[in-house]
């Protein structure tokens, strides 16, 4: 009998989770095929990684709204994802409906409670708030027969979290829990505390900061669990890490770099708060110096621009210096749905963490720098040379395994 | 005391050649830095490539025009290089005006012969024509005690030349020129068949096809020469072969690529013709099929709006399809002055070939793919791919050469 | 009781007919409000145009297709159209359905030739089609009890017709018709022939330039018809307009103004044949000299683009001159539906040509200048400027006419 | 003999009015043509305004630099005017060196303080500033033996003035100033109330609103002196306003209109400063919503990019619906030079100003709109609806005055 795995999308109303779990559904029923993910291309033949049949999809969101209402309405305010596809998977989802949970809001700042739909957590301890995650869980992966499940943070970007001792030492962290050090602590951290005892690999596709600091890093090694992150790479950040090695490479110095992304859905609205966006750009920000080995000029802006929803849109002017000082230009206009180039890579992810798991692998994922903005523990940010990463992990792979036991 | 190595460029009345004399003579007085050279960056650290002191030039033109004239006339219309880092030069200009000859404008085409200041060559034999440069390429080194003459296609673009078995047999080809079969022949042709009997490295920066056919391959291996080409990678075709992977690692499925150029210098009068941008736009349009795997639509314009001069133009459209059959595009907008982007390359490629001159290479030079639109012998078009070509062969000469004499 | 009122559109099949018919049932049933028709804004308060209740719908189309299924096939292509705007207006497209007929194809060139599915008719003499098409139009208007009934060219673009003697002087004209002078006729002409005689008033919405030209407006006179023309503007000639008289009133000189379309429906297939978009160019190009005064150097490039179905997506660079010499930049990128834009046009136009037929004018409506791209008989081609003409005739109506019969 | 008229440059030092200087000496020693000013075309035939040989310069500056020095400095920078223009006009710079004098920064707020290098004037009062200046226009007026002197604000953009009831009514202002109500002042306001006293026409070509304000209107008219405002229409604003009212004319509904602006030259490093900048997005603010008579989402953006010197780029993303609600966009990116578009538009003013005096005019020129971002007094801000004002005030001139004592 093929394995099942559970797939627990953190935001799970969010735009990024509904098009994952419609992609995943579209895809195991033959109504789409599957572009845009990257483990479903020839690089991987020969892998066993999971299909989309044997996903479970589970949830978390701090708004209380119904799945099926949710899609309702993105797709009333636009139209990118065709009807055809989804009329047949009406009863799917009316099940998946069931498993989306209420979520933390705990500590998460004021654009984020601003969505909220459920009560304050701020009284609760974080050490019953992480026992309740644990247990729900457990209780999903027993009750569902499960034989793994991924936690893949999809939920809008918190501010900022100051990072302190406790952070950087497990057992320091675990005191800061039992003491109830609120500030330490904000929903994600919560959340992936709570992934990596229940042995669930846990992915950061957000920018936030208080998930995978050192002291997490080592609970994961602990537990045998492995975790990645930050920041899905999907748009501007992507063309910029695809197009500042040529600079490098041509010695031609950027002089300036400023990017300017306009976007309307709601991870937009979250962004627009300044204590969100700052995650966001520090995120974004670190990459041209790691490239060019120098800071050029820089600067990022998001703004938030309802007319566009899911559409984001962003101009960046590259102002370089060539031969003789002269000065030349370089401009590039991204038109993105933000979901649709998030969806599939976390679908990968959800794959790509399970596959690790199986393999015994812990701690960081350093072969999938390329999926992220600010990938953890890796320095490289050319998208070319990380990508190279994963085409070296897969090679690898099949140079030690010509068969292994498919996942079945 | 140190040796002196010729650089013969072809077309050195052009705006590429002046460029790359100016910015070499600039930075061996340190009037310049050698921003836009690779060979300058500290990935060639401990490599003993010559230095631009080391440097001599030589030339051929069908324009008989004085260099300093041409220099004038250039500055007027486009006031890209500083008039400071010119004046302190005067003299070395002064000196090397007299080492530009009149060369071949044999088998051209009607652009280029409208160029023409020189006078018909079309009944001279090309056996005769071929001694002729051949002469001039070993008197020069003879008089002037170079160790080496590098000789570098930096003329207008040809129309294409129709390959014939004579092209794909060394031994054919020379029965060919004995026959004086004229239209097996163009002047680069010519200049590739007698830099290589000179034993000159050939460098063919140009799109021109008549001049690295298989039986010139032969000729090189035969005289130990390392010759390398198509078509120097400058602008809109750089920035696509730094994009183009990044939509194949992401599966992302590019529908249309249409490319737009506009230019005002003389390479663009003479892409005004369609032969001559014919030969252009092969190269250009090669490269997205041998990345993508599969013929995306795509269309390439090249025009000519005198307005530009130096500075090249082109947008960009790049239509794709991601998750869920979703369209979204990615447009850029290049505005680069095509000879100083060109130029540094020019140097980098003459310190480069004699390089591998010197080690004792001989053929094509696989490692130099980044600087070609149409790289012989490489399938490999991305740009990152190619560079890493670059850095694998510089990495190999210093696992084995610790320490090498150094050119002096 | 309420006028009736018939709209007859040749290319009734094609993507700006469709768009109309629908859009004008869907306000009529309150589905969709009449944003992008200048006749539903304020200028036209107490204005006594027909409204979209009174219209009933005609065709003719060379390709014999049910518009039912063409309007499935254009939206499962491109879902532009809310799906909930279509489903309620089923019934009326039925009814549609059976008054859209066969059309001419003669002499229309191969591009549209290839698209057409009826039956060759170089073999029937001009006069004979021109009469068949007569009693079609007299025919819809009596059986269907209409008052007017508008005829306006929203068909394929024909290859030029080359203007004789004949298409000059009306008693000529009538002799080559006479004497079946096949070559002086497009299809476009013998519609428009056929119009005026049936008093049509006659909207020529493409750039063929085979249907207005002096013999047939001296035969609109005659017959008291009202005719306009040629090639609506809804794009990129659109912006061209409002931006080009910027630069004459700034005294900025236009040194280049270079135009790239890209497009993908059926109008960019057509366009994609040479003589077609000769045509085409034609009407977009004569603008620049008029507005500026002076001919800068500009070309315009229509290439067709599948991928982007309606979207057309143009790229313009503006280079100009300004004080002391200096050279500077204006870009613009257009991405407009055509259709969407094309659609509420042509229904202005009809109530507007209805309006004066209704008022006694005839021959040409200089007052609709701003809606075309070449507009017969005025020499201004500024936007606001055109515009204005439109205002003015407006506020004339208004101060001769306090109170007019409605069209009841 | 010829009159002989003053131009007072506020802002003397900086770049546009070096380059006014520059430019205007250029064309009266027929070194430059005067494209770029409107007063050249041939809309001012036969209306006799004063010529360039007839200006003599003044100016006042916070910095204390040389005129010769600055403009080297500014020339190193970015090579924009020809050095061979500049090179004959030596003499000429040198004795306009001479009158450019220590300026006002009174009250300017951070930004300008830091850039200015005169002593603190925050001890003196209003008045005695204000007679200070009174006394330096007269006294070059008289000594020079001037026929008029025009004064125009080309300084820095200072912090939002808050008006008070003092700004209403002359009396009250009088009274403010010699209480030495501080905080009801800023140099702009000092500036415009000594020039006006002075019977010197002033225009504000500043956004600064503490300039031109009701009570100083009513001075104005008191002592027959004309004057306009605010903010010279240059670039991003002046394309905006050719581009609204195309979309106002042809109801199309503008959903989003965000503009991020790009500049590196001093004004751009004043504007980096948020109370600086926040007066000039509000001039450049107000005119969608009076264009288009509502709000759309709509946001600005002014970054300083130091690479970019002079070279102002801008990007537009204007997103649009269209027919049936469909959503379109128009991009456009503009790359102008600041100073070389503000400077014919200040040598404009100067001649229209002193005309304007001449002819006995006082108070606002409301036939000046197109010049400005924010018009006083003037409602219209569509552009060539606003350049129809100037060429109405032509030729209502032309109908009267058939023929005028020129100014000599």
């Known amino acids: 009998m093929k394995k099942k795995i559970g797939a627990c999308f953190l935001g799970a109303l969010g735009s990024i989770s509904i098009t994952a779990i419609i992609g995943a559904l579209a895809i195991k029923r033959s109504l789409a095929d599957s572009i845009g993910m990257i483990t479903s291309t020839d690089l991987f033949d020969g892998v066993d990684l999971i299909s989309m049949d044997q996903l479970e999809f589970f949830g978390f969101d701090v708004r209380e709204q119904k799945l099926r209402h949710v899609i309702e309405e993105t797709l009333d305010q636009c139209r990118y994802i065709d009807p055809e596809i989804i009329k047949p998977l009406e009863s799917d989802l009316k099940e998946i409906e069931h498993f989306i949970y209420p979520g933390i809001n705990f500590n998460c700042g004021q654009a984020i409670n601003a969505l909220s739909s459920i009560s304050d957590q701020s009284e609760i301890p974080v050490r019953k708030i992480a026992n309740s995650i644990e247990s729900g869980l457990r209780h999903f992966k027993e009750s569902r027969g499960l034989d793994d499940l991924i936690v893949i943070n999809l939920a809008s970007t918190e501010p900022i979290l100051e990072l302190q001792p406790c952070h950087d030492d497990l057992s320091l962290l675990e005191h800061a829990i039992d003491s109830n050090l609120c500030g330490a602590f904000r929903a994600s951290s919560i959340y ?22 050192p002291a997490m890093l080592e609970l994961a090694h602990e537990h045998g669990v492995p975790v990645m992150g930050n920041d899905g790479k999907t748009g501007e950040t992507l063309v910029k890490s695809a197009l500042a090695p040529m600079f490098k490479s041509r010695n031609l110095q950027v002089l300036s770099w400023e990017g300017f992304n306009i976007l309307g859905n709601l991870d937009g609205k979250v962004l627009d708060h300044p204590d969100n966006r700052e995650s966001k750009i520090r995120t974004k920000d670190a990459l041209l110096p790691k490239i060019l080995g120098y800071s050029p000029h820089s600067s990022i802006q998001i703004n938030y621009v309802p007319s566009l929803d899911d559409m984001k849109t962003a101009w960046d002017f590259i102002h370089f210096k060539g031969f003789l000082g002269t000065k030349m230009s370089l401009q590039f206009i991204w038109q993105g749905l933000d979901s649709m180039l998030a969806a599939p890579l976390a679908l990968d992810l959800v794959r790509l963490a399970e596959f690790a798991h199986r393999r015994g692998e812990s701690g960081l994922m350093p072969h999938l720098a390329s999926y992220f903005k600010a990938p953890l523990g890796v320095e490289e940010h050319g998208f070319s040379e990380q990508f190279a990463l994963l085409a070296s992990y897969v090679s690898d792979y099949r140079a030690t395994h010509n068969s292994v036991g498919a996942p079945s």
Chains 1, 2, 3, 4 share one sequence.
């Open 192 to 213: 992936a505390y709570a992934a990596i005892r229940s042995k669930c690999p846990y992915i950061n596709f957000t920018p936030s900061n208080g998930a995978l600091f």
